[in-house]
């Protein structure tokens, strides 16, 4: 596709020009023409499984594509790297995001969400109207730094974590739709990205070197980390300890207040699915708190976030290089190509999802439903670099979707699904605001 085609389109509405190129397709492998670059877009799941994970060593990540040249600014060399810093920074986290030890934490982040959701209580008592994206954020943080840092910081200091993070990749939004520009060029977003970074640093590193000092016995990664040790015995340097935590911090709190800010409006939509939803939350935890044995039972909110993660994958694009020549779909790839993988393309391409593909549907995850292939569905990537942090996300998501709806009716402003924005993760392009009306229900005798 030639760049007079593609580049005004994708400058447009880079998310439904990625859509309609893969339909249009039929999910072959297309090389677009934008200006100066010419990538080739991969959307069938078959290709998608040979770049992220038979031929992984052959499209690394690549530290001069546009996406990752920012990761890099600000997460430095960690779990998001390639190499032997990625092995250290995966031998060391791996263990702490096993399902086993997260699904331990379920009660410390059930009670945290809880407190939290206290909070919409007054709001939801005047019909005062909330963002659910600025709260999402306020709840997620609670539990994701009780996880990460126990008592170490403050929610306060939490929501400036969250607040600086939004700002990186909201920033970021140029350098994405234009890659080709070299990084020592300035461009519109750099100076408040490099704030931004500054700020984490400013609040992280005290709190780092505190817990160094001073590592503690608790069973957070923090302590975790400060307690571990390499393969030679030798303490993880303040970098790695560092570099890692940011790109965990980022990738789990990002992940959950993203998607789950989709929510709503699709349930808005679809009011069959929202009412199944409320009468499994109401048999399965009835009038107390969602507490870790009602898991098991919990078996649709698992398959409407699954759904949730089709249509709204928090990263909607992952971008890779060449490292050497290839053949990839039948298309010829010469060494040094960028290559665009896209799950928020390939989850709503009709070959694959039918002539509903983009209807909110979580019969597509019902238990028994038709196998599909695995790179169909795709939302924490694949391969070896397959996100640690997806069990962690499915726990709290549960937690907050179960937690809220015992709880409250929610009433949106608007509830035409919000367009979607361009930012290094899936961003609505407006808020989503919406007036809780508390619930009064009886417990449900089981």
């Known amino acids: ?30 090389r677009v023409g934008l200006g100066v670059s010419s990538p080739y877009l991969v959307f069938r799941p078959e290709d998608v499984q040979q770049v992220l994970q038979e031929k992984a060593a052959i499209y690394p990540r690549g530290d001069d594509t546009a996406l990752w040249r920012s990761v890099r600014r600000l997460v430095g060399d960690g ?12 031998r060391t986290l791996g263990p702490l995001f096993r399902t086993t030890r997260v699904s331990t934490l379920v009660d410390t982040m059930a009670h945290a969400i809880a407190t939290s959701v206290d909070g919409l209580e007054v709001l939801a008592a005047r019909g005062t109207p909330i963002d659910i994206g600025a709260e999402l954020s306020r709840i997620v943080s609670s539990a994701i730094m009780r996880v990460f840092f126990a008592d170490r910081i403050s929610i306060d200091t939490a929501l400036r974590i ?42 992280l590193l005290p709190v780092l070197r505190a817990a160094i000092e001073r ?24 970098q ?27 349930l808005a939509n679809a009011p069959r699915v929202a009412e199944r939803l409320y009468a499994e939350i ?26 949730l ?55 597509r995850f019902a238990p028994g439903h038709e196998p599909r292939h695995r790179y169909a569905h795709y939302p924490f990537g694949g391969g070896k670099h397959r996100c640690l942090g997806e069990h962690l996300f499915m726990l709290e998501a549960v937690l907050i979707v179960a937690t809220f709806l015992s709880r409250f009716r929610f009433h949106l ?27 009064t229900k009886h417990p449900v005798l089981r």
């Open 240 to 266: 790695q300890m560092r570099d890692d935590l940011v790109s965990m911090v980022a990738v789990t709190t990002e992940t959950s207040y993203v998607v789950l800010t989709w929510l709503w409006p699709a």
């Open 413 to 439: 402003t608007d509830t035409a699904i919000p367009g979607t924005r361009v930012a290094a993760s899936l961003r609505p392009s407006r808020p989503v605001e919406m007036t809780l009306t508390r619930r």
């Open 1 to 30: 596709m030639p760049a007079r085609q593609a580049l005004p389109r994708l400058i447009r509405d880079a998310h439904r020009t990625l859509v309609d190129i893969a339909n249009w397709s039929g999910g072959d492998v297309v």
């Open 309 to 363: 993660l089709r249509l709204y994958p928090a990263g909607w694009i992952l971008p890779r290089r060449a490292a050497t020549e290839d053949v990839l779909g039948g298309v010829k790839i010469a060494a040094g190509t960028n290559v665009i993988l896209s799950p928020y393309a390939t989850h709503r391409m009709s070959a694959l999802w039918g002539p509903t593909a983009e209807t909110f549907d979580p019969e």
């Open 162 to 203: 969250m607040a600086a993070q939004e700002v990186i990749v909201t920033s970021m939004a140029p350098r994405l739709l234009a890659p080709a520009v070299p990084w020592w060029i300035p461009m519109p977003g750099d100076r408040r990205f490099h704030k931004a970074v500054r700020t984490i640093d400013d609040i």
């Open 282 to 307: 109401d048999h399965v935890i009835g009038a107390g708190p969602v507490r870790a044995e009602h898991f098991p039972d919990l078996t649709y909110t698992r398959m409407v976030l699954d759904e």
């Open 79 to 90: 779990i998001l790297a390639e190499g032997d810093s990625w092995e250290a920074s995966r």
């Open 215 to 238: 590592p503690g016995d608790g069973d957070d990664v923090l302590s975790t980390l400060a307690r571990a040790r390499t393969p030679e015995g030798h303490r993880l340097s303040e």
